[in-house]
């Protein structure tokens, strides 16, 4: 797998309001620095990469810039803008790929912990099936909600969370974002089955949270202390 | 509310094997004392109990009275035998109950961080309803697997996490659980909605987590230091 094209578009979209924040998350300091660069340095530090693409909104390009020269930052990415949700965002990343050979991981900039083996075994199993998609067991018993207003349990063990990285090869990706958006195309696998290619799901791990909350954050401050990243 | 008989059944019946660890992760020290002693201490001080009913099993029994001596715990409770699946704890602990009238919650021994609002609102929504199941909103996007290896996507919105404190008229949970045990029970309500009741929800609170693995108990200790619980 060492001769294929590997890209990355990290996705920061976040407004930071399910944090109680004005800075959008993906901003706050975790340990050292911001938790975008401690994502960005897992993604150089796991695989050679061709490309390192951060889509951010507009309005946070010079701050992000600021930040980089404030904490001396100097993993090469490319930046681009961000658009209204969260798929034209990955449009965008992907429109600075040429071609339609290689492979490409769509990752959460709040997703620090995403670790070397599960980005690893996401792009190889990429290769083999067209896509390769992290996602966890359900650890919580999950009931339907009908509009009754009452609910109906499911079979747990039939559902997974999925995380990200979502990897694809490029043809496929680009293939599955001509289509025109819709709003369940909440996240990239999404987009690809309504293409009509199949999403094979990868095992993640429960340690590569999203960090949505301020309990999050708290969780990954005390991994932080304890050298997890 | 008040002249309701209120009871609740504490389910401690796990065997500590996800935590790597040979102690049962009820007996987990958490700040200055076992887990299962935060969860008694959050119901006693929230809601006035006729019985809090312990079910652990047979062969901690012992170890249990060691550690409410060592660690000074005067909470009153009545300590039941634990059964072969969870279905039959609760059962062993509803045996424990004399008569059809007022309410019981059945909670997680590792959830201490229940709450008492949330516990208000799971009784008041039982009295009114019959049933009253704290869960939340996913935070993720889900998948259901295919036997054909590949995955489909849902409407993450139309599903909630089951927690607990899930609450019954005891006339319900009584009906329910003289049935026939089947693997489905996976929880209380499974069990009451095979029985014909409807299961009504209540919105639980993220922070109220079912300590599972090692990063739960991180988290657990840091929400503990800033005084959480």
Known sequence: MDAIDKYAIIVAGGSGSRMGS????????LGSKPILMHTLHAFAEAEELKELIVVLPKEFHNYWRELCHQFDFTESHLLVEGGETRFHSVRNGLCMIAGESGLVAVHDAVRPFVGADL?????HTAWEHG???AAVQLK?????????GDSTAMNRTDFMTVQTPQVFRINVLKEAFRQKYIPEFTD???VVEKAGFPIVLVE????????????????AEKWLMNKHI
């Open 188 to 190: 990239d696998a999404t």
């Open 204 to 219: 993640g791990h429960y340690r590569n949270i999203k960090i949505t909350t301020p309990e999050d954050i708290e969780l």
């Open 131 to 133: 896509s390769g998609v």
């Open 119 to 123: 980005l690893h075994k996401c792009f």
């Open 140 to 148: 919580d018993s999950i009931r339907m909600r009908k509009p009754s």
């Open 22 to 29: 004005k800075i959008p998350k993906q901003f706050l300091q």
